[in-house]
């Protein structure tokens, strides 16, 4: 199993901002601490904000935050909302065309190891997986 790129973004920006919770973050800083395109990041928080995993607010004093503490958000509802497709192998796909999938024993272990990440991903909490500002270059005073 392989998360997407998108997914890894994700759970890097929430990193980040559980690290400076409970200060206010913005897209530059993120671009600057990640190096990466400007439209990527926007595109991921804006699919973080749609879950309601981050919040944002406009104007003076706005920016990004947590959209409940760090300690309530699960490592799993991250990776839940932005993956969008958990079927590992064709016989697990809509339009399934695999000629054995009625007499297959692979599925049955297939499905126990998607539900055994899912459930362990879901016992971190972003809490758990935070770093510290200074892990990201800022001073901390």
Not at 12 to 39: E, G, K, W
């Amino acid at each position: 199993m392989r998360l997407n790129d998108t997914t890894d973004l994700a759970l890097r920006i929430m990193i980040y901002a559980a690290s400076v919770h409970p200060r206010r973050f913005n897209i530059d800083q993120i671009v600057q601490t990640y190096a990466l395109p400007r439209s990527t990041i926007m595109k991921v928080v804006s699919s973080l904000t749609q879950g309601a995993l981050l919040s944002a607010q406009r104007g003076r004093g706005g920016g990004l935050y947590l959209a409940r503490e760090a300690s309530e958000i699960s490592v799993g509802d991250i990776i839940q909302h932005m993956e969008t497709d958990f079927d590992l192998v064709e016989c697990m796909r809509t339009g399934n065309r695999c000629t054995i999938t009625e007499s297959c024993k692979l599925i049955p272990p297939l499905i126990a190891a998607r539900k055994a990440f899912i459930e362990t991903i879901g016992r971190y909490s972003v809490a758990d997986v935070a770093l510290a500002p200074s892990d990201f270059g800022m001073d901390t005073a």
